[in-house]
Each structure stands twice: as C-alpha cells, then as structure tokens.
C-alpha cells in the first residue's frame, strides 16, 4: 500500500494544474495537523526546543506551518521530474554560492552537509541542472525494496548518484568520488546509530552522522554546511556557509567531534531563524530516547 500511494503521488500529482496540486496538499497538511497524530506531537516536541519561549498556541502554530511546509517538500519533489531546468533555476536563490564553486574549481572535492530543511532534493536538482555539476549521495534503504527502488530512480532522474547507505559500504565510493575533485551531498542532522557523533543542539545532547567530518579529514575535501529554506513565494532559499575547517591538532576522534559539533551549530543557526521549515518528526535528542520510569 505504501508503495502504491507513492507511485500515485509521482504518477498523479505531476500531471495537476499547479493551484490543484498546491491547494490539495495544504489541506492535507491541515487535516493531519488537526488529527493530533504522533508525527504532529513529536514535531511539537522538536520544536519546543528550537523555540524555548513559545507558548502552546505559538507552538500549535508552528508545527501547523511545519506540517505544510512539509507537505510542500512532497508536493515539490512528486513535480520536480517534470520540471525544466529553466523552472528549477526560478525556483531557488542560493547565497554564499562561491563556496562551493570556488572548491570545486580548486580540484579538492566538496561536501555539502544538509538538515531536513526545505526541499533537499529541489537543492540537489539545481546542482545538477543550473551548476551542472553531478554528484553522489547516500539512501536508506527503506521497505519494502520497491520504494527504495522508486526513491532512487526519482533521485537518479535528477542527476544524482545514489548509493545504499548499508553501514560503511558506501563510504570508499564517496572517498573516492571526493579524491577525484567530486562533489558528496548528505543529509547529516540525524544519526541515532552506535557510530554517531554527540553534539550539543539547542542545549541537549543529540547525536550526528561522522561521515562528514570523516569524509573531509581523509580525502582533503572542503566540509560546506549548508541550510534551506521557504520564504513565503514560490522561491526556495539557500545559504551555503562558510567551510567548517579541520582541526590543527588532535586525535581523528577529537577532530571529527569538533567539525561535527560546528555542523550542528551551522545547522542550528538555520533552524533557529526558520523553524517552520525544519521537518524533524521523529526523536533527535538522547533525552528523548531514554526510557522513563512511572511518576511518583
């Protein structure tokens, strides 16, 4: 079932006059909003700690803009494949663009790290098709297998490389990729495995991938943090930030902790100025995780 409704959602929606597609998923993102379900509440939740002063009816307010602002990633992303490049290129402004250009034409490779903001995959496309520059990311691999096959031919439709995030496996493909001047995009905000790198976010402990800082250390790479986006138009904005350096001196983990710790601080610095657009509905924070005992 799962499968089908999003092979309906990339069959369906593209083919939409445009106010029908934008008008139907803001009314499903109101209906799910008002129904209270657990990704609204966790979204809350996540919020509350973006903005620690919010009351409950800013909070209500703001996950209700999340979850449209969520429902306007999908709505974006079931479109982008019949979208022309011309379209794609109207419908992004990116500051802070020289970043990345200037380390890829230094031949060193680059890494862009990424929240869940905005629409990753409209970013993406703009990549391949304004920059025409290809690039390699990571999926995981999700079930059954034929949404993971779906999702990886709507990404490799776009122009995008995309390996099975199945442990390390993919790790020396990025390397090499990296080695070659190439360009590695991953969405890093979110890692709850054994290998994830503890970060101070928003005042608790959180974990985040090491792939990043790992990548940079070892291949030379330029660590480009990257945040996105809604403001209000049809244009999405990015901001690519300046490069997060490595360490001078240290131990491989104590590097990879402080280059991932200023990802985290990159990323915080986006989601704090638009929270509405941050779609975390899962738990981040270890303290979120750690089971509770009974009241007294």
């Known amino acids: 079932m799962t499968d089908g409704l999003y092979g309906l959602g990339w069959g369906a929606v593209k083919m939409l006059p445009e106010p029908a597609a934008e008008a139907l998923f803001r009314t499903l993102a109101d209906q799910v909003w008002k129904r209270r379900g657990k990704s609204v509440l966790r979204l809350e939740s996540n ?8 009351d409950a009816a800013r909070l209500a307010e703001l996950s209700k803009a999340g979850m449209r602002s969520y429902m306007r990633y999908w709505m ?7 979208w022309t490049p011309q379209r ?24 862009l790290a990424l929240p869940h903001l ?10 391949t098709t304004d920059l025409k520059v290809p690039f390699t990311t ?18 490799q439709g776009l122009g995008m490389e995309v390996l099975p995030h199945t ?10 990729r990296l080695r070659s001047g190439g360009l590695v995009c991953l969405v890093a905000d979110r890692d ?41 138009t049809p244009v999405m904005r990015a901001r690519v930030h300046p490069p997060v350096p490595v360490p001078g001196a240290g131990t491989r983990a104590e590097k990879t902790a402080s280059m991932t710790q200023a990802l985290a601080d990159a990323f915080a610095t ?6 509405e657009d941050w779609h975390m509905l899962q738990r981040l924070w270890l303290s979120d995780l750690e089971p509770r005992g009974e009241a007294p």
Not at 167 to 176: N, P, Q
């Open 167 to 176: 442990g390390g496996a993919a790790f020396g493909t990025l390397a090499r």
């Open 270 to 275: 986006g989601i704090a100025e638009h929270p």
């Open 88 to 111: 794609i290129k109207a419908s992004i402004r990116v500051d802070g663009v020289h970043h990345l250009t200037d380390g890829l034409d230094s031949g060193r490779g680059v890494v």
């Open 192 to 232: 709850l495995s054994a290998s994830g790198v503890e970060v101070t976010f928003f005042g608790d402990t959180a974990r985040m991938p090491a792939g990043p800082a790992l990548l940079a250390q070892q291949t030379g790479a330029l660590l480009l943090p990257v945040t996105l986006w809604y403001d209000g």
């Open 47 to 54: 919020l509350a700690r973006v903005v620690p002063d919010a």
């Open 138 to 155: 990571v999926a995981e691999r999700l079930k059954p297998e034929s949404l993971y096959d779906r999702f990886v031919a709507y990404r």
């Open 76 to 82: 974006e992303s079931f479109r982008l494949p019949t």
């Open 118 to 127: 905005g629409n990753w995959d409209l970013a993406g496309a703009w990549v």
